[in-house]
């Protein structure tokens, strides 16, 4: 069953600081991965999209990378702002499937 | 700009009346979805469409059914709401399964 793991569950961190988030996934086979991120009583927004053949993508002050062989990957936010204070939702889509995987999200405060 | 509309953001009703939820989306887009979220356990897919009077059970459909009359239009009803079925509901669209899923702002429906 192809599954989403995303850590941590949540994270605190004061504003101005790096952060870190992972997800590990095994879907098969694999198209592509998407950063999502959710800001408090809204939908949803895409943040980045990683291929197969990507190692890296960066958006402004987010960079993901993707290791395919591990299957693993990673969101990092450079010097936090209150604004990035949302939850962060890692879904991996399937070759051939209309529905993609989703993680169940790690949810960022940060602090002033 | 892509949009995805939700008839609701707020919603109280009472056990055992019927519930629609609409959702309407102007990009042409084939595929529709109907999501709950929860604390702690994410997104969880109800019910999808891929084409016009399409439907396909998700991981969750019990207590739900759906409704796609025309290509921008998807309703999700709730038959006999229960107080279980409190809940945010988002609605999204995508082109294919493997495209960025557009998101609603999202209906909290609280069942009394």
């Known amino acids: 069953k192809n599954q989403v793991e995303q850590s941590p569950q949540s994270l605190i961190i004061l504003e101005g600081k790096n952060c870190t988030l992972q997800?590990?996934?095994?879907?098969?086979?694999?198209?592509?991965l998407r950063w999502y991120k959710q800001d408090t009583g809204r939908g949803p927004v895409s943040l980045t999209i990683m291929t197969f053949s990507e190692n890296t993508k960066s958006n402004g002050r987010y960079t993901a990378t993707l290791d395919a062989d591990t299957k693993q990957s990673s969101l990092h936010i450079t010097a936090s702002q209150l604004s990035d204070s949302a939850s962060y939702i890692c879904v991996v889509s399937s070759g051939g499937s209309y529905i993609p995987t989703f993680g169940r999200g790690t949810s960022l405060i940060v602090h002033p | 700009d892509v949009k995805v509309t939700q008839s609701s953001r707020y919603l109280v009703k009472r056990t055992g009346e019927k519930v629609f939820l609409e959702c309407v989306q102007d990009?042409?887009?084939?595929?529709m979805f109907w999501y709950r979220q929860d604390p702690g356990l994410g997104l969880r897919l109800i019910y999808f469409?891929?084409?016009?009077?399409?439907?396909e059970k998700g991981d969750i459909p019990e207590g739900y059914s759906v409704s796609r009359e025309k290509k921008e239009r998807f309703s999700l009803i709730l038959e006999s709401a229960s107080t279980n079925q409190t809940s945010m509901y988002l609605c999204a669209s995508s082109l294919d399964g493997r495209r960025e899923q557009y998101f609603g702002p999202g209906t909290r429906l609280t069942v009394t």
């Open positions: 997800c590990n996934y095994t879907v098969s086979p694999f198209s592509n």
């Open positions: 990009m042409d887009h084939e595929n």
């Open positions: 469409s891929y084409d016009v009077k399409m439907k």
